[in-house]
């Protein structure tokens, strides 16, 4: 079983402990207690990591938090009828909900400090065309992600994404084309001195804070504005056909990559190092906020995108109809 703490691949040692009316299971690597319902329900509910990578400021912290406010605020289980989630442990319900009522209350979270982060760990049943599994979120500050030995000391969690989460805001960039092939350089070589390898990982570039990129999706690229401001969870209730639309917004974020940002190092680079490139574009809060505040309620836009994609890399198909099909 991967420890769904220090990631290794580990099997749970099940102890009694004076006190615990259960047994608990410790890892025997870093020593966590995993928590029982992840254990117990391993098979059922296996382990998504999904790992933000981006600098400081690009939006990583805000994006989870706005997915958990989406997650527990928005209307999705009314339109999926079999669609739940839940925190596995006290630590997972406490970001959760206090998210949740952070970005309610107008505020945003501080920037995150550079440290290993223990995970977000969430039960996800019930996505439409998707297995039922157990989301790992880690997030640590993008400090991490400007020299590979900080990403080898604070963020060997990537190696074990199979689907990895970059995340850009292309308006804090001063050069975007310089920007993004420095933090992709940075993370293959991270990953290879943390022994994985990019080639066995998928790449997902999410664009973030799009409502800042707004006057930049104008002419051939308005289509993308479309898809963002047609956006909200509501559209997600048709589901049928909806990967095959990332799929196209994908194609086009990839030619804007090329034509608009003429990122072409970083795209060759993606394409040479990974299993496969795709892109998103989202926006986590839908507006600027005043400074740390926010002045209007949240209106995510695509924020479910991401998640998805990493849950298509994750599973292939044979197995994602099985598990479909276990799961009845
Ligand atoms: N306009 C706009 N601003 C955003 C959005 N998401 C985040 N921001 C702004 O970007 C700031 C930084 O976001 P964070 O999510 O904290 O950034 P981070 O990548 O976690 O940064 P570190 O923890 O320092 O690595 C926020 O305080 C917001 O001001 C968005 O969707 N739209
Ligand atoms: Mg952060
Ligand atoms: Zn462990």
Redesign the pocket.
């Known amino acids: 079983m991967l420890c769904s703490f220090c990631l290794s691949d580990v099997r749970f040692k099940k102890e009694k402990t004076s006190g615990n009316l259960a047994s608990i299971y410790l890892c025997p690597t870093c020593n966590e207690q995993a928590p029982a319902l992840y254990s117990q329900d391993y098979r059922k509910y296996p382990p998504v990591v999904i790992s933000?990578v981006?600098?400081?400021?690009?939006?990583?912290?805000?994006?989870?938090?706005?997915l958990f406010y989406t997650l527990k605020k928005l209307t999705l289980a009314r339109d999926w009828p079999e669609f739940f989630t839940m925190g596995l442990n006290e630590d997972s319900l406490d970001t959760v909900y206090g998210n949740a009522r952070m970005l309610d209350a107008g505020a945003?979270?501080?920037?995150?400090?550079k440290n290993f982060p223990r995970p977000t760990m969430i039960r996800a049943e019930g996505i439409p065309m998707q297995p039922d599994c157990t989301l790992l979120f880690f997030?640590?500050?993008?400090?991490?992600?400007e020299k590979p030995t900080q990403l080898v000391q604070f963020a060997g969690f990537v190696r074990r994404a199979k689907a990895a989460l970059l995340?850009i805001?292309i308006?804090?960039l001063e050069d975007p084309r310089a920007g993004m092939q420095k933090l992709l350089n940075t993370y293959v070589v991270g990953m290879g001195e943390l022994g994985a390898k990019t080639k066995d990982q998928h790449l997902i570039v999410v664009y973030?804070?799009?409502?800042?990129l707004v006057s930049r999706l104008t002419g051939r690229w308005k289509s993308l504005y479309t898809y963002l401001v047609q956006g909200s969870v509501d559209d997600l209730a048709q589901h049928n056909g909806y990967i095959e639309r990332m799929e196209d917004v994908s194609d086009q974020l990839y030619d804007f990559t090329e034509e608009e940002l003429q990122a072409h190092e970083f795209l060759n680079a993606a394409e040479a190092n990974f299993k496969s490139v795709n892109f998103s574009i989202?926006?986590?809060?839908?507006?600027?906020?005043q400074?740390?505040k926010l002045s209007v309620r949240?209106v995510?836009?695509r924020i479910l995108d991401p998640i998805l994609w990493i849950m298509e890399k994750s599973f292939s198909g044979p197995e994602r109809l099985l598990r479909r099909w276990w799961a009845w």
């Open positions: 933000a981006g600098f400081r400021q690009h939006g990583k912290t805000v994006y989870f938090a706005s945003l979270p501080d920037s995150t400090p997030d640590t500050g993008g400090e991490c992600f995340l805001s308006p804090d973030t804070k799009a409502d800042q989202i926006s986590a809060l839908g507006t600027e906020p400074g740390a949240i995510p836009r």
